[in-house]
């Protein structure tokens, strides 16, 4: 059964910067892509990054472009999302999930972890 531990959350002044990781077990192929969503209470789940299995393809939302990179090291079956330049519209529960493309909707993701609560204080 896959599972997947996000771990890194916290709390930072605006301008600061995070490292959020997903770390996954119970598959033995990296053959799934990772997607990094978040959701802020009273808000709707943002995708906010996903990175392609397959060619390390990465997608970013327009909120976090340039600001944001998605990483994975497949040995250690972990992904990671480097935050810079947090705002305090940033603060959010931050989850990672599974799919078989990054280009599935958010609804057919699957494998969700618990998530790590990050707040940026202006």
């Known amino acids: 059964q896959v599972q997947l531990v996000e771990s890194g959350g916290g709390s930072v002044q605006a301008g600061g910067s995070l490292t959020l990781s997903c770390t996954a077990s119970?598959?033995?192929?990296?053959?799934?892509?990772i997607g990094w969503f978040r959701q802020a209470p009273g808000q709707e789940r943002e995708r906010v990054s996903c990175?392609?299995?397959?060619?390390?393809?990465?997608y970013y939302a327009d909120s976090v472009k340039g600001r944001f990179t998605i990483s994975r090291d497949n040995a250690k079956n972990t992904v990671y999302l480097q935050m810079n330049t947090l705002k305090p519209e940033d603060t959010a529960f931050y989850y990672c999930?599974?799919?078989?493309?990054?280009?599935?909707?958010?609804?057919?993701?699957?494998?969700w972890g618990r998530g790590a609560q990050v707040t940026v204080s202006s």
């Open positions: 999930a599974t799919a078989r493309t990054c280009d599935y909707p958010p609804y057919q993701y699957d494998n």
């Open positions: 119970g598959f033995t192929k990296a053959y799934y892509d």
């Open positions: 990175i392609s299995s397959a060619d390390g393809t990465t």
